[in-house]
Every structure is written in C-alpha cells, then in structure tokens.
C-alpha cells in the first residue's frame, strides 16, 4: 500500500505548437528522439504462473496501448500496428486504450482500423485521451461496431476445458468512472484473471478502494515509459499519485508483493511531442505459462 495522495487529472494534453512544428519539418526523422517516437518494437513478454490452468498454458495475448491516432501518428502507422498485431497469429488482441489524441481521432480511429485478426477475442479499454470529451456509451458502441469488444467497468470470460480466463478493465480512473469492486465481482469464480486498466493508477486506485487483490496479472499503458526517461527516471510521469509512484509504475515487469504480475507498456505513439528517449515505442506478445506444465 503505498500512502499516496491523488492529484486532480488534466484534459489530456494535444500535440502542443512546438510538437506539430518540429512533426511537418521535412528533415526531423533524423533528429534522434524524433526518429524513436516513429518506430515500432515488438516486446515479448512470458508471464509464469503456478496459478494458471494447465489448458491456459501457451495461450499468446498481443498488446497493443496508446496508440494515439491523429497529428502524430497517421493512418499509414494504424495500418501497419493492425498487420503487425494480425502477423502475431496471437489468440486474444488486447488494446490498452488512448486510440486517439482525442475523442474525434479516437472515434475516426476505429473506422480506420484494418480487421484483426484473432484466434478467440479483440478486446479492449479506454484511456484519458478516449474518454474526456466523449461518453463511454459512445465509446462503447463504436469499439463494437469495429469488432473489439469493450471492457469498460465489464469483463470478458472464455472458458476452455471448464477453465475461466477472465480478461476485465475498468472505465477510465482519471476521466470516467471505475467501478472496481463492480470488476472484482465479476471475476469470482474465475480460474485466472487479467486486469487490463488503461494507467497504472488504477492499481492503487482499487487498493484504496479494498479491491486491488482479485488479479493475477495486470496490462496496463497510459505512461508511454515517460516518453523521456534518462536511465529508467522521468521527470514527468502524468501518473495522478506523482512522480514517485509515477516512476515505480513507469514500464516494464513488476511483481507484486502479493505474487500478481504487472506488465506496463511504453506504448505505440506520443503525446505532445513526437519525441522520445529511453522509452521506445512497443508493442506486447504475451505468453502465459504454467509454472509447472507437466504437473
Ligand atoms: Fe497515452
């Protein structure tokens, strides 16, 4: 538990002057952080765990959070994000929400979105960018007409061999209204349980709530690793607990103390600058494994 107090959130931020400036420049692909924010890296993370079902073991999740559609990143990168994720032959698509720069680019991003293609689910959360100018019912109907399915104060179950996978997110912490026991209750039952907020906020936003402990593993964007980070520190993390919990909370693996994994990911656009530095773009391939398969 850590004695954090939240701060109010902000309208999220659009590229700023300076951002769309140093963007049209014709020549800034070769200034370094310009050249990062513009790349793609995949990420393959294995998550092992003695709790996972035995049918679960191997099952592949593509992540992809933060995409962030708009004056930054065009349709050429939405196109080539749905091949990337498509190419992954994963079995669920995850998306981690901030689809767009905004409610408009986010709304234009899922008419833009290629098909994708997964073996069991193309689930996804919304983020701050998604959510404060637009309502979550919009938000909703628009991921469903593009073939993702919510997961908004909601969960989606697969059972497999009588095994529950259970794959749930909240609304958004900063902008909407997350309902965290709401979740908590709908994953009783359930043989292993992801939880996919959009900002690692949420996680000690449901610990304050008595809710934070009915995960096993937790996907989450929102901090883009900073966007510039100088050996793993940000100086700015946007995390509404501050810069300290922002910086525990930045990119990577964690495991928590009470054996849940977290996975944070540095996500595949920017925001306000089309810069980056020590916080490449990425996306996620996802392996569950039981710790002990043969068992
Ligand atoms: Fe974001």
């Known amino acids: 538990m ?18 769309l400036w140093l963007n049209s420049l014709p020549h800034s692909k070769w200034i370094f952080p310009v050249y990062q924010s513009r790349q793609l890296y ?19 999740i593509a992540y992809a959070s933060d995409i962030h559609y708009g004056a930054l990143l065009d349709d050429a990168r939405v196109k080539d994000l749905a091949e990337r994720l498509n190419a992954l032959e994963a ?36 983020g701050n960018h998604d ?10 109907l628009a991921m469903e007409k593009c073939g993702i399915t919510p ?9 497999m061999d009588g095994k529950k996978l259970c794959i749930c997110a909240t609304d958004d912490l900063s902008h909407g209204d997350p309902a965290f026991r709401e979740v908590k209750e ?19 936003a449901a610990r304050e709530e008595g809710a934070g402990d009915f995960y096993d593993l937790a996907l989450c964007g929102h901090t883009h690793g900073g966007q510039v980070a100088i050996f793993g520190f940000a100086p700015y993390t946007a995390s509404l607990y501050g810069e300290r919990y922002g910086n525990m909370y930045l990119s990577g693996e964690i495991e928590e103390d009470d054996g849940a994994q977290i996975i944070i990911s540095n996500g595949v656009g920017t925001t306000w600058m089309p810069v ?3 916080a490449p773009p990425q996306y996620h391939l996802i392996t569950l494994r039981r710790a002990r398969p043969e068992r």
């Open 2 to 19: 850590h004695q954090l107090k939240r701060k109010a959130a902000h309208t999220p931020h659009r590229p700023g002057r300076l951002g």
């Open 42 to 60: 995949l990420v393959e993370n294995d998550v092992t765990s003695e709790k996972l079902p035995r049918v679960l073991h191997g099952l592949k």
């Open 91 to 126: 079995d669920i698509i995850l998306f981690g929400g901030d689809y767009g720069e905004d409610a408009a680019h986010t709304l234009q991003m899922f008419k833009k979105l290629p098909p994708l293609k997964a073996k069991l689910a193309v689930c996804g959360v919304i």
């Open 131 to 140: 959510r404060a100018e637009a309502t979550a019912q919009e938000l909703i």
């Open 151 to 159: 997961l908004v104060n909601s969960t989606l179950t697969l059972e």
């Open 186 to 204: 709908q994953v009783l039952g359930a043989d292993y349980v992801i939880f996919a907020p959009h900002s690692p906020d949420a996680l000690e």
């Open 276 to 278: 980056r530095v020590g």
